[in-house]
């Protein structure tokens, strides 16, 4: 998760001055892990439902109201401005969505430059998926003249220079050889055009998603910034402009509207009108556990920076400000009703009811599974059901079909919910390559898939995994343990050919039996050696995959 440096300096300018006993209580109560702390500042961690919170500004905002420093919708005018971007259609089928403002009166220093660079590049992540969604640029106003074009060009069909660079480049040119260009070449490789966002002079502002010009660099002299979105996701385009532009007015800047002229329709942008949800009295208080009324409740939605008006003695109205993204549910006005209340200073209490425990089917079949593998001399390890598409598919050479995937994954790694356990088991085979050899590991675990038919779209299943790797690891060998694992488990051993990506050809057969109460099918065989030096192993590795299904 985004880790936040807070300098107490900037937070006692931003209205917080209290000492640092106090933060470090205080953060956790909103919602933070304390990282690490100095005499100058201190790291923090939020879960990124709460993006808002990713600069400094935001977290100061937050604390005010939790500290009764200051409460109720925090109010920004946005006037006008003379400037316009114009969509044209040769961008459409690419990054369709434009989101830009004008922000006055900033102040940059070293510090603050790098806190903004570090607060853009966490919102790639937490909104923008890795800029696949959505792609921030900010940019020195003062050193191009609108108005502005987001066009689609020919890759050779323009020249600039790029950020930290010296030459010109053609956009080709700069998905091959520049370091940002090579990362993020994937998201423009399949297109015929590029996005690029120009002024009135023809002079190159943004090759979004990809990097900005030098042309705009911020350097502390800069007092006026152009902040472009650009994106696939056009809620997500506008929720990331709402949260860049209300931080910067935090810390005294001053938001202008820029005028979105598109093929089908004009936007005055951004647009930080607010929305409402109401809340019941009866649920909070049910929720939380704590008897609450109408206008205890109003004061804390106010403290969580909200402004509230009773309805009735058990309806709130909650008027919701635009950069609080994550408020999607009554439950989460609830979860903010339960932190300004203070989470500390609610008293757990054991629930009154009387069971009789009883050990689950598939518990008691878990256990099984793994005395059989523990007695083929594997030893289990346990890894998390998240993972990435490039170690579940790229690195496993497979192709991307349906999964389930994290709207606000929390690293790079973490982006989907795995479909097998073979990546995993490989995956932890890299993080001990350095051990000795033979390694026999094996894993029982749930997967998920996406299954329309299913009430939830998502269907669980069981599966175990078994891989080992050593000098002289061949079929042969695995197919002896497929064999004792699922004769040892009772069902019937049958075996087919099987053309599997991530398997040397002729060397992989697949297993289907039933049993009585469920059916088991899978694949076993050499791993291909791409796949193994795609996750930097020496060795040979030879793996097993069964999955379980309840009839």
């Not at 905002?61 to 920004?76: A, C, D, V």
């Not at 008006?309 to 058990?314: A, E, K, T």
């Not at 890299?430 to 000795?436: A, L, P, S």
Request: charged content about 30%.
């Amino acid at each position: 998760m985004p880790v936040i440096t807070l300098d107490y300096d900037d937070l006692k300018e931003l209205g917080i001055d209290i000492d640092r006993e106090r933060l470090i209580e205080v953060l956790p109560m909103m919602g933070s892990d304390i990282e690490d702390f100095d005499d100058e500042g201190i790291k923090v961690e939020f879960f990124p439902n709460r993006p808002d919170l990713l600069s400094v500004e935001g977290v100061a905002r937050s604390l005010r109201g939790f500290l009764g420093i200051e409460t109720g919708m925090p109010s920004y005018d946005v006037p006008e401005s003379d400037i316009e971007v114009t969509v044209d259609e040769s961008v459409l089928n690419v990054r369709p969505h434009l989101g830009m403002a004008v922000i006055e009166n900033v102040r940059f220093t070293d510090k603050k430059l790098k806190q903004v660079m570090e607060f853009q590049e966490d919102l790639h992540w937490v909104i923008g998926r890795d800029r696949k969604k959505v792609a921030i640029g900010i940019h020195d106003l003062d050193r191009v003249e609108p108005p502005f074009v987001y066009s689609g060009v020919e890759p050779e069909g323009v020249t600039f220079t790029p950020l930290e660079s010296v030459c010109e480049m053609t956009p080709r040119e700069i998905l091959e050889e520049h370091p940002k260009g090579v990362a993020y070449a994937h998201l423009l490789r399949d297109h015929e055009r590029y996005p690029l966002i120009t002024d009135k002079n023809g002079d190159v502002l943004s090759l979004p998603p990809i990097i900005n010009g030098e042309l705009t660099k911020l350097t502390t002299e800069t007092e006026r910034i152009l902040v472009d979105v650009t994106g696939t996701d056009e809620r997500a385009v506008n929720q990331a402009l709402n949260i860049i532009c209300t931080s910067f007015a935090e810390s005294g800047g001053v938001i202008r509207s820029v005028t979105v002229r598109r093929p089908e329709s004009e936007l005055r942008l951004p647009d930080l009108t607010p929305k409402e949800m109401s809340v019941s009295v009866s649920t909070a208080s049910h929720i939380t556990g704590i008897e609450l009324d109408a206008a205890e409740i109003k004061e804390l939605l106010m403290k969580a920076r909200m402004d509230a008006s009773i309805v009735s003695p058990d309806e709130v109205l909650a008027v919701i400000p635009a950069y609080r993204v994550d408020i999607l549910h009554e439950v989460d006005l609830v979860e903010n009703i339960a932190t300004q209340y203070c989470i500390g200073r609610i008293e757990p209490l054991i629930p009154e009811v009387a069971t009789i425990a009883e050990e689950d089917n598939w518990n008691r079949a878990d256990k099984f599974i793994r005395d059989v593998m523990v007695g083929l001399g594997f030893q289990e390890v346990m890894s998390l059901m998240l993972t990435s598409e490039e170690s579940h598919y790229q690195k496993m050479r497979l192709e991307e079909d349906e999964r389930v995937q994290v709207a606000q994954p929390i690293s790079q790694d973490r982006t989907m919910i795995r479909k097998s356990l073979l990546n995993g088991l490989l995956e932890f085979l890299e993080d001990n390559r350095h051990e000795d050899l033979p390694q026999r590991i094996f894993e029982v675990g749930d997967v998920v898939y996406i299954d329309p038919k299913a009430e939830t779209r998502t269907r669980t299943v069981k599966k175990l995994a078994c891989a080992i790797t050593h000098s002289s690891a061949g079929f042969t060998e695995i197919k002896s343990i497929a064999a004792a694992v699922v004769e040892n488990l009772g069902y019937e051993f049958r075996v087919e050919p099987l053309d599997h990506p991530s398997f040397i050809r002729g060397r992989c057969a697949s297993i289907e039996s039933e049993g009585e109460s469920s059916r088991i099918r899978g694949f076993f065989g050499e791993v291909h050696p791409e796949v193994v030096t795609n996750f930097n192993l020496e060795y040979p590795v030879i793996a097993l995959e069964i999955e379980f299904e309840e009839k």
